[in-house]
């Protein structure tokens, strides 16, 4: 699929990881209304993440899957969801968590499961979703959108971003349905490519709710 292509409406747009790019863009480009489960995560073993649609989120974030690592910052816990390899660096502050207590987990497993419930409701209510996905191999992708193809009722699109040495976007053909993959520049992806995400989503609109 061609960038081109994924030109449209969209009634609602996911972040599947890897890190928090993919939220902080759709963020800065008005087109994130609400968060998903992985937006402020780091995902970055994708077959977990596979594993974790394909399980429709099940034990995600229970309490005996959590461990903490370290600090992330001197307000934040490092904090691993052990179960599917995912890590959270933006939940747990160092106030009110005392290691190896989690002391604000129910508030914290709470919002997760009001974002994992949206997004199932979402996946089987909507007409077209777009997810993005940044970094990603052919073959991993295609079993990602075996899982997505068992959970969206309707139309979905799956843009996938990998960042190479390449001093603009490039696109790649995958041959896959539902897949538009690209290169970016990998020299600075945190600031670095506002403009060229900013030239993607001037692509997509976000239907308006009534």
Not at 1 to 22: F, H, N, V
Not at 53 to 81: C, P, Q
Not at 128 to 140: C, D, G, N, S, W
Request: net charge negative.
């Amino acid at each position: 699929m061609r960038l081109a292509e994924l030109k449209g409406t969209y009634d609602t747009i996911y972040s599947l990881g890897d890190l928090c790019l993919p939220a902080i863009q759709m963020e800065l480009n008005d087109l994130r209304p609400f968060a998903g489960p992985l937006d402020w995560m780091q995902s970055q073993v994708l077959p977990d993440v596979i594993r974790l649609l394909a399980n429709r989120f099940a034990g995600f974030m229970d309490y005996s899957h959590l461990e903490v690592i370290s600090k992330a910052t001197d307000k934040l816990y490092y904090v691993k969801e052990k179960e599917y390899n995912i890590y959270s660096n933006h939940d747990f502050y160092t106030h009110n968590n005392f290691p190896p207590e989690l002391n604000a987990y129910p508030e914290v497993k709470a919002k997760y499961d009001r974002r994992v419930a949206r997004f199932l409701e979402k996946a089987a209510t909507s007409e077209q979703i777009l997810f993005i996905r940044t970094e990603a191999t052919p073959e991993l992708t295609k079993q990602l959108t075996d899982v997505l193809s068992t959970l969206v009722a309707g139309s979905y699109r799956l843009l996938v971003v990998n960042h190479a040495p390449v001093a603009g976007i490039v696109e790649q053909d995958w041959g896959l349905p539902h897949v538009c993959a690209i290169q970016m520049p990998n020299e600075e992806v945190w600031q670095g490519n506002n403009h060229l995400w900013k030239q993607i989503f001037q692509l997509i609109k976000l239907k308006e709710e009534l």
